[in-house]
């Protein structure tokens, strides 16, 4: 009966089907005497498949039978040639974890390692002690948003070498460094996420800095091969130009990465030299309502993501520390994520703060961040120790320096993810932070997340002022679209009601990413105005 394909299914040789019931039609003994078509590549003839295996429609006979007990392979012929697969669905029980693609496997390991988190944060948590159950949490995520980044890295890699390898340029001296370039990029992208686990310090290493820029570039890589290949595809169907390839396509084909990857450099340097700059001083007066007379003009700097870790170290927070010294503020206070590593790691890069000396007190508020290190007792204990007070879901009363029976009640909330990890002793408990703050007196709440403010604000229309930060202006884009539409309040400031304010920093650096676009970092200087 000559050679079976079913075998080519699993990805092997020939293996022998059941002899077909009843004699061969007539139109198949004359198969053997059919025309032969021209072998053919997989590149310029359609094919179908049938597991991970494809077969060249010019290796098909003319004629065939479908053999009746295996409704979607259409029977080899005598003549030995390959078959075609016609498929009804019972194919796709025949695909095992192997045969799936790159990309499905990836999804599948991202699921399995979100699985792993879920188990970690709830069974396991009791079951490790506290350092070996951080640390396993931590290479956890790293690990899911690597097993996500490996469906993008796919694409990245189809479209910028493997596109190329199928032209001409395959064949030039250059296409072999290219090809090194494009895997060493992709490979320091994957590995920035580790650099959180393993190399961090006073300042940042070397390494760090490279793999979080090639993680930049990496988000602005895969936006332009999407649009691009989204216009391509647009085009393509406007013009009805179908499926059909010619030599204008291919051309266009390499065009698009071409030019994707020419449009991400051009932006990685602008957002590395935009990032390097010092924070800027916005200066903004807020009115607040029942502010006392003598506190009028009182001057509050407002930090907020700083992010100590892999590529923020001393010195960027030295530098911060001189420009807030420079305003001479009254207060000041961070509003979360000053850190992405454990306190006893970065202790040395913390330094600095110990400079801050407001008069009236520097105040400090977790952010998400704070709690994905899971040393938030030992941050505490490390800030306390510098003469910052972290407000954890209390007030504190700012007592006027002219007049001790004039105040104002300055609030911290923690930071929402604490509920979401079930982070022990931790949680957004406004009732708490405002304990004895009454509407007679002007209140200020400190809340690192703009959907914390609003919830705030749901529940207590009467605060008058809230700082918050966390959005970073979208940090680098894109992904400014998306830090605007997840959160009710994005950057700057904003009137809510008649007496109520919400002001939102872009945050005073950045988070791993050395970059910024459409943003820039921000040290905020709010005058307090009374009425």
């Known amino acids: 009966m000559g050679k079976w394909a079913a075998g080519l299914a699993m990805g092997g040789g020939p293996s022998p089907l059941p002899p077909p019931l009843g004699p061969v039609p007539p139109a198949s003994r004359s198969a053997a005497s059919a025309p032969r078509v021209p072998a053919c590549s997989l590149g310029d003839a359609s094919s179908t498949s049938l597991g991970r295996v494809e077969v060249c429609e010019a290796f098909l006979p003319r004629q065939g039978f479908v053999d009746p007990r295996h409704p979607f392979i259409t029977t080899l012929l005598p003549t030995g040639d390959f078959c075609r697969t016609e498929g009804n669905g019972q194919e796709a029980k025949m695909i095992s974890f192997k045969q799936l693609p790159l990309e499905a496997k990836a999804a599948v390991a991202a699921g399995v390692v979100f699985f792993s988190m879920m188990l970690s944060r709830s069974y396991l948590a009791e079951k490790l002690d506290l350092r070996t159950w951080r640390w396993l949490l931590r290479l956890q995520m790293a690990l899911f948003a690597n097993a996500l980044m490996l469906i993008g890295s796919l694409h990245v890699w189809r479209s910028t070498v493997t596109t190329f390898s199928r032209s001409s340029a395959a064949s030039s001296f250059c296409f072999m460094p290219w090809k090194i370039a494009v895997f060493m990029f992709l490979a320091l992208a994957h590995s920035s996420f580790f650099t959180l686990l393993f190399l961090v310090a006073e300042e940042p290493y070397i390494f760090s800095l490279a793999a979080y820029t090639c993680l930049g570039a990496y988000i602005i890589l895969i936006f332009f091969l999407f649009t691009l290949g989204s216009v391509e595809q647009a085009y393509k169907f406007l013009a009805g130009r179908g499926a059909k390839a010619g030599t204008g396509n291919k051309n266009r084909t390499a065009i698009k990465p071409v030019l994707a990857v020419m449009l991400t450099v051009a932006l990685t340097v602008v957002g590395l030299l935009n990032a390097s700059q010092p924070p800027t001083v916005n200066s903004v007066e807020v009115p607040v309502h029942k502010l006392p007379s003598t506190m009028n003009n009182l001057k509050v700097v407002l930090l907020s993501d700083i992010h100590l870790g892999p590529t923020v170290g001393k010195t960027k927070l030295a530098m911060i520390v001189r420009m807030v010294k420079a305003l001479k503020p009254d207060i000041t206070v961070i509003v979360g994520d000053l850190t992405d590593s454990e306190a006893e790691i970065i202790r040395p890069a913390v330094e600095p703060l110990g400079e801050l000396n407001s008069p009236l007190g520097t105040y400090f508020v977790t952010g998400n961040h704070e709690y994905y290190t899971s040393d938030v007792s030992n941050w505490f204990e490390l800030l306390k120790s510098f003469n ?67 919830w705030a604000l749901q529940e207590r229309p009467d605060i008058n002022l809230i700082l918050s930060g966390h959005t970073h202006g ?58």
């Open 474 to 531: 979208g940090q680098i884009f894109p992904l400014n679209a998306g830090a605007y539409f997840l959160n009710p309040f994005f950057v700057g400031l904003y009137e809510v009601g008649q007496n109520t304010f919400v002001y939102v920093s872009p945050g005073t650096m950045y988070f791993g990413i050395p970059m910024r676009l459409g943003s820039r970092a921000e040290i905020t200087e709010i005058i307090l105005r009374s009425p």
């Open 388 to 454: 910052i007070q972290p407000l954890h879901n209390e007030n504190v009363k700012i007592v006027s320096p002219k007049s001790t029976d004039d105040w104002f009640c300055l609030a911290g909330v923690d930071d929402i993810e604490a509920d979401v990890l079930r982070y022990s002793g931790h949680g957004m408990d406004l009732k708490k932070a405002l304990r004895d703050c009454s509407s007679e007196h002007a209140i200020v709440l400190l809340a690192h997340q703009p959907i914390a403010a609003k």
